[in-house]
């Protein structure tokens, strides 16, 4: 009886042994970062996506996410910095303004020596790009191809017809909103569509709604309206405008920032086409710094990822983007994450992880997913 | 000609010498009767703002939370209005505009701090509710319940508030003692006038236009959505603009008029200054120049009237 007591309790202690190794190697192996991140607001539908996905991502990795709202005003993205900075984040993340902003945050992330991203932008100047370019803590940034976007969208406009057109935008300095602008006059140069007027700093439903409508009183041929971004507000805004004096159908609307309203706005009619759904840009860029912070670099100097937005111009097309992107199931799954990083996959690259953002689409989502979501 | 029709010819001249300076430089585009239509519509929003606030800058507080408030009441009345139609709506933007204003004159009168203070204070937490509300993505109000938004009911609404404004301030006991105390507190109370009571209440029926504001904000842009970082502030000022051009009049027109009369001409210029292809950054300057001289006129006027005395 004594023996086969002896012999129980050393297995018990045997498994008990084994368990704890194994939990302290899962511990050394996902060590604890902490990573800061500031946007523009932490209220509107891309914002609030970007933090969920930051968050799960940095979960999946044991890790955690401080994030700040900085309402696009330099001064305050500076002040969320040095704030995250002494908090002691291991790194930054930031979707700057301006590009004038850029260099002093790049400069305080060098002085404290803590890596820096940025996120949804890229960088226009080239004086500034070859200067945060050469810091030694600037790890890299991800962004869209907004000239591309909005090249798209103005000639969606000008092949259904669009002759006479307005633009609604947000802020002036902005890099995606000055980029999506250029896009558009592009494809409105080249095919040749008339710009009646534009209207910047519009970032609500109802100022939206004001300047479509005066829009509409003022020029009676006016068949289109761009609405550049905004976070789905001023879509909305703009459409709501649009029924109430009795032009839908006449004039034709695109945008760009998936609202609330999708899919009322594709099975109406009320929208032509839109672009959206990249708030998983800032995961890549998440992805970049993890390595960088985990000391497993995933380049010796800093890269650029550029995505492509999702394009939506049909319902079925948005039942599944609110299936298989926004559902329980987020884009990627913790462990695609983790296979992102050379902490659980050594064979991980940058170009890999390039690669994996440039085929971001719903196909990929819905092909990599498949049997995950119901 | 009497002393009153002089004064509105003067007051009217306003406006009309506005309208012939943008009709002059863009004449195929601007004024036309839809646009001076859309012009009038667009009017109601903030002058309903107005009619609401000149109750607070008449008893000498002021009260920076009426965006902030406008935004949540509009919030909550659109979920309200999803779960019980049009009933939901109107109930919960008037029932929620009123209970924060009325939570607004509680804490200024208890606590006794400045009411820009108190209510700066209390626009940041209006602002948190109501990006904590329903996780904070604002609510779409469906198509069905839009009719406010449209003319001519949300002109009708208007009109309702302009009434119930006009009757309060200047034919009700309340209107008297608003002004009263507004003049001073000290004589007010020495004649028997509860100060306390009257300022709460002129939270009150500030928070009523601001529900009145809220239906009309709602069914006009179709969603609402949080704001922080104190965005909801930049909503005060076309309101405060139109209470400063109806206190510049007072003397030529009753001051609830005068108030539309100048978010008609500020709209105006808004409007003329898009039909000129003018940015949004230029408005505003244009704007506040507009409402400088308006003011220095009328207060140049009445200085040269008491020398003159």
Not at chain 1, 93 to 112: G, Q
Not at chain 1, 124 to 152: A, M, R
Not at chain 1, 160 to 178: F, L, M, P, R, S
Not at chain 1, 207 to 229: H, M, N, Q, R, W
Request: some cysteine; charged content about 15%; proline content about 3%.
């Amino acid at each position: 009886m004594k023996r086969v007591m002896s012999i129980i309790i050393t297995l018990v202690l045997v498994i008990l042994l084994v368990e704890t190794t194994a939990a302290a190697a899962t511990t050394t192996q996902m060590k604890e970062f902490t990573f800061g991140l500031s946007l523009w607001a932490n209220d509107d539908p891309l914002s609030k996506n970007v933090i969920r996905m930051y968050e799960f991502a940095a979960k999946s990795l044991g890790s955690k996410v401080i994030a700040a709202a900085d309402g696009f005003e330099p001064g305050k993205q500076v002040a969320n910095v040095e704030n995250f900075i002494s908090m002691g984040v291991d790194s930054v993340a930031i979707c700057p303004c301006t590009d004038a902003v850029i260099p002093k945050l790049v400069k305080i992330c060098d002085d404290a020596k803590v890596p820096l991203t940025l996120v949804f932008r890229t960088i226009n100047d080239p004086q500034i790009k070859d200067y945060v370019f050469s810091s030694k803590y600037f790890v890299g940034d991800c962004h869209e191809d907004e000239l591309e976007v909005g090249y798209n969208l103005g000639k969606i406009l000008a092949d259904k017809g669009c002759k006479n057109v307005a633009i609604i935008n947000y802020q002036h300095g902005d890099t995606t909103a000055e980029n999506r602008y250029n896009g558009y006059i592009k494809a409105f140069n080249e095919f040749n569509v008339k710009v009646l007027a534009e209207q910047w700093e519009i970032l609500t439903a109802d100022k939206a709604a004001a300047a479509t409508e005066s829009f509409i009183a003022a020029f009676p041929e006016l068949d289109g309206i761009a609405v550049v971004g905004g976070g789905g507000g001023p879509l909305e805004g703009t459409v709501t405008a649009i029924k109430n004096n009795n032009k839908l159908g006449k004039i034709l609307v695109t945008g760009c920032d998936f609202g609330p309203t999708l899919k009322d706005n594709l099975e109406k009619k009320e929208v032509s086409a839109m672009s959206g759904g990249h708030w998983v840009d800032p995961f890549y860029t998440f992805i970049l710094a993890y390595n960088y912070v985990s000391g497993n670099s995933l380049s010796s100097k800093p890269e650029e990822i550029v995505m492509k937005p999702l394009f939506i111009a049909s319902v079925e097309d948005s039942d599944n983007y609110a299936k298989w992107c926004q559902g329980d199931v987020l884009p990627y799954t913790e462990e695609e994450i983790k296979n992102m990083t050379k902490v659980f996959n050594s064979g991980m690259t940058i170009d890999k992880l390039k690669e994996i953002a440039w085929n971001y689409s719903l196909d990929d989502v819905m092909k990599r997913h498949e049997g995950l979501v119901k | 000609m009497s002393k009153k029709f002089k004064n509105i010819i003067i007051v009217l001249l306003i406006p009309i010498f506005v309208y012939l300076i943008f009709f002059a430089i863009q004449p195929e585009r601007f004024g036309t009767i839809q646009g001076i239509y859309i012009m009038f519509k667009q009017s109601f929003i903030p002058s309903i703002l107005s009619w609401g606030l000149i109750y607070i800058l008449t008893l000498g507080l002021y009260d920076f939370s009426i965006g902030s408030i406008l935004v949540l009441a509009s919030i909550i009345g659109a979920d309200l209005g999803l779960k019980f139609g049009y009933f939901g709506l109107i109930f919960g933007c008037i029932v929620v505009a009123i209970l924060l204003e009325g939570l607004n004159g509680i804490i200024f009168m208890t606590l006794k701090i400045p009411s820009l203070i108190t209510t700066i204070g209390l626009l940041l937490i209006y602002e948190t509710l109501g990006n904590l509300y329903k996780g904070g993505g604002g609510i779409v109000l469906s198509d069905k319940l839009h009719i406010f938004g449209r003319s001519p009911y949300n002109i009708i609404l208007g009109i309702i508030a302009f009434i119930i404004s006009f009757i309060l301030f200047n034919n009700t006991r309340f209107g008297i003692y608003v002004k009263s105390v507004g003049s001073s507190e000290m004589i007010s109370k020495s004649v028997g006038i509860n100060v306390t009571k009257i300022k709460i209440l002129g939270f009150l029926i500030c928070g009523l236009f601001v529900g009145i504001a809220s239906i009309i904000t709602v069914s006009y842009g179709g969603i609402v959505m949080p704001q922080t970082g104190m965005k909801s502030l930049m909503r005060v000022f076309t309101p405060l603009m139109g209470c400063f051009f109806g206190i510049a009049l007072k003397k030529q027109i009753n001051i609830i008029i005068g108030i539309f009369i100048g978010e008609f001409t500020l709209t105006m210029i808004s409007i003329g200054l898009i039909t000129m292809g003018i940015d949004i950054s230029f408005q505003q300057v244009v704007t506040g120049l507009f409402l400088i001289i308006i003011v220095s006129i009328t207060a140049f006027n009445q200085r040269n009237i008491i020398i003159v005395k």
